[in-house]
C-alpha cells in the first residue's frame, strides 16, 4: 500500500512538469481540442489535484465530476484535461453518457483494445461488463483516463464507472454528482477570463472597457462569449455594433418569453448569431435546423452525402449541391454553430442551441423537419444488419433514433430502418437497448394503426420473441413467438416470408423448452414451404436446414444429423453470398458433434480440431462460436481417450465461457457439464461431483424443472453419486429420471437410453443382479432393434451385460457376449476406443451426458 501511494504522489509531482512527449497507447473517441480554449488554468488545477490527492490516498481513486449548468463549459474543460495531461495515461477514452442505455455499446467498444473479444461475440451487456472489470484490475494498463460527458442521473451510470487504479471524470448539470463522488463546480467565466477569450477570439483591439460590457451582458457565459466572438470575427463587426444587436434580441426574448434551460444572454446571443447568418447563407440555418431533430452526439457526415435521394423538400436543394452543403457547414462552424470535426467526418451541435432551434419553430415546422431527419436516417443506413461490416455505420446512427422521435414515424422505409436497428442491437448482443426499442415501436404503432394485427407490429413482434430467446427467457419468448405466429398466418399466410421467419424463430423457441420432436416436425414442413418458393431465399434456407440438422440430433437421429450437416456444410462451402464465418462454424461443430453422437470419435476429433482452427483463424479464441467448437473437440477428445487434452481444453473453455458469458448461459453451463464429466473419466470423482452439484439447479432455472436437460444433468450426477459410495441413492435418482425422460422423450431417445444403462449398472451395484441382468436383456435387444448393434450405446449396454452375467454365474453366455462386443469394436476399428478397453478389462461403461447446442 505503501508502494501505491508513492507511485501516485509521483505522478502528481511529475503534473507539475512538462507534458510527457508521448500519446496514450489506446486514444479514442476524445473530441478534438478546442484551439480558442483559455483561462480555466485554476480549474483544471483543482481538478488534477483532486485526482492526484485522492490517488495518493486510497488504492481505488474515485471518479471526479465536473459539474455545472448547460453552456459553462464543463465538456471543453474535460477535453483540455485529456489533451493536456494524455501523456499520464495509456488509455484516454471518451463515452457520451446522456442516454444511460447508449452507454453500454460505448464501453463495449473498448475491448479490443484491452485484449478481450468484441461485442459481436459476447453481446454487448457482457463486453461492457467485462471492460469494467479490466479497468478495475488495471489489467493491461493501470494508467487510463475515462470521461463520461454529460451525464445524468447518477443512479443509472453508477454500474458503469469503474474504480481501481485510473481515473473516472464525469461532465454533468445534475447536482446529484456531488453526494456521489468528488465534484469540482464549474461556473462561468471570470470577468478577466471572460476578457481573455474576447480577445483571443475576436482578435482586434479593444478597449477593456467595452469588452467587460459586452461580458457583462453576456453573463460570462462561454458559450454565449464563444457565440459572440466567432460573429464579430466572421463579419468584422463592432462590439458596440454587437451590443446595440444583442440588446434587441434581448428586448424580443423578454416580450415573448423564454425557457429555462438556458440562460438568457445565451438565447440573445444565439438570435443574433442566427439573425445575421440567415441575412448572409440562409442555406446554413435550413442545415442548422434539421441538425436539431438529430441527437446531440457526433452526426455522421455521410446521413446528407447519403440522402440525397430521399424526399426532403426542405434539406434536398442543399444536398443536391455538394459545393452549398460544404458551404454551409463550413460557415456553421466558424460562425461556432456547430462542431465540424474532419477527422471523423462528423458534425456536432450543442444541445442549448438545438433546444433554442427547435423552440422557435412552430409544430407543424418541427413536424416536417422531424420527418426529414428520419428519411435522412433510413436513406443513409445500410440495408443488412446481419453484417458486421455495416455494425459500425449503425452504432453511428443508432444515438439519434430516440431524440428524433423515429418510432411516430409511419413511412415504410423509416419503419424498415427502425426493425433494422433493433435487429443490429439484437446481432450485436445489446439485448437490453433492443428490447426497449422494439417495445416502444410496438406500442407506438399499434397506437398509430388502431390493430396490434398490422404487419408492422407482427415483425417487430417477431424480432421481440427473438430478443426474449437471447436473453434467456424462454417462457415469454414462447408466448410472444406463438400468439405472434398465429396472428401472422391468420392475417399474411402461412408461405408470407414474414411467416416463415417467425416460423424458423418459432423452431428455436421450442427447442428451449425441450419440445424437441415438434420442433423437428414445424421446421420440416418449413424447409418444404421455403423450397415451394418460386424465388426461395437462399439465406433463409441455410438457416432452416441447420435449425433442422440440429432437431434430428436432439431426436437422437444422429445418422440424418449427420447427413444434413454434411450437405449443408458442402453447399455453404460454395455458396458466393450470404454466408458469414460464425454460419460456417456453426455447421462445421455441428458436422463434428453429429459424427462423434454416431461412435466415429477419431472423425469427430479430427473434424472438430478443423472447426477450432477456422474460428481461432476468422473469429478469435475467445469467440463465442469458437469457444463453442473448443467445447465439443473437447468432448471428442474425452470419448476418443485423450483423456489430458480433454480435461485441458474443457477447463480452459469452461473458464473463458464463464468470465465472458457468466455462470447462468446455457453455453457456460454446457461447458461446465463437459468439465465434470471429464473430471470424472480422470477419476479426480471429488471434483466432479461439486461442479455437477453446482450446475444442477441451474438447468432448472435457466430452462424449466422438466426440461430434458435439467433431467439428463441429473443423470451425470447420479453415476456419480454411485462411483462415490451411494449406490442406492444413485439408484432412485435414476429410476426417476428414466421415469422423466421417458415421459417427455419416450424410451428410444438416447437420453432416456444413456440414464436407463446406468440404472442397470446402479442395480448391479445394490446387488440387485437379476434384475440387472434381466432388464440389460430387454435393453440390449431394443438398442440392437432401434440404433443397431455397432451403436456406442448399445456396445456399452452389451458390455456392461456381460459383467452382471457374470456375476450371476452365467459364465458362458457372458464370455459370448463380451466376445462379440469385442469384435465389433474391432470390426469399426476401435479397437483401442476406452469402452473397448474397459469391455476387455471386464471393467464398467459409465454413460455420460453432453447438453447440445439449441
Known sequence: MVGQGRRFQVERSQAAHAIPDRQPTVWERVPPKNPHFTGREGLLKSLRDNITQVSAVVLEPQAQALQGQGGVGKTQLAIEYAWRYRGHYDVVYWIPAEKRELVPASLAALAPHLNLPPSSGLGIEETARAVKRALEKGEPFRRWLIIFDNADEPSSLSDYIPAGPGHALITSRNSLWAHRVQSVGVDVFSREESLTFLRNRIRREMPDETISLLAEKLGDLPLALEQAGALMYETAMSIDEYIEHLEEQTTALMQMGKSDDYPQSMAAAWRLSVHQLRRRLPEAIEVLRCCAFFGPEPIPRDVFRKGTEAETPRIAPILADPLMLTKALSVLGRYALAKIDSATRTIQVHRLIQTLLREELNATEQHDIRHEVHLLLAHSAPKDPEDTINWKAFEELVPHIAYSNLAECATPNVREFALNTVRYLYRAGNYELARSRVEELIAKWTEREGTADHIDVLVARKHLGNILRGMGQYSKAYDTDHDTLDAMRRVLGPTHSETLWATNSYGSTLRARGEFQRAREQDDELLRSYLSVAEPDQASIFRVRHNLAIDYSLTSDYTTAQDMFQRLMRDLSTARTGVGWSQMLGTWSGLSRAVRLCGDYEMAVDLGQDAFDYGKQQLTLDSHH?????????????????????????????????????????????????????????????????????????????????????????????????????????RELNREIVDALTRRLGQEHDYTVTCAINLLSDLAATGELDNAVKDGRDLHKRLSDDFGADHFLTLSCAANLSLDLRAVGLTSEADKVQEETLNRYHDLGSVNHPDAAYTAQGRRINCDFDPQPI
Open 626 to 730: 469458437t469457444l463453442l467448437a473448443a467445447k465439443d473437440l473437447s468432448i471428442a477428445k474425452r470419448r476418443r481417450g485423450d483423456i489430458d487434452e480433454a480435461l485441458e481444453l474443457a477447463h480452459t473453455t469452461y473458464t473463458r465461457l464463464k468470465h465472458l458469458l457468466g455462470d447462468q448461459h446455457p453455453d457456460t453451463m454446457a461447458a461446465a457439464v463437459n468439465l465434470s464429466n471429464a473430471y470424472r473419466v480422470k477419476d479426480d470423482l471429488d471434483q466432479a461431483y461439486q461442479l455437477a452439484l453446482e450446475i444442477m439447479p441451474l438447468y432448472p432455472q435457466v430452462f424449466d424443472p422438466d426440461h430434458p436437460f435439467a433431467h439428463a444433468c441429473r443423470g451425470n450426477l447420479a453415476v456419480l453419486i454411485r462411483l462415490r459410495g451411494d449406490a442406492r441413492g444413485a
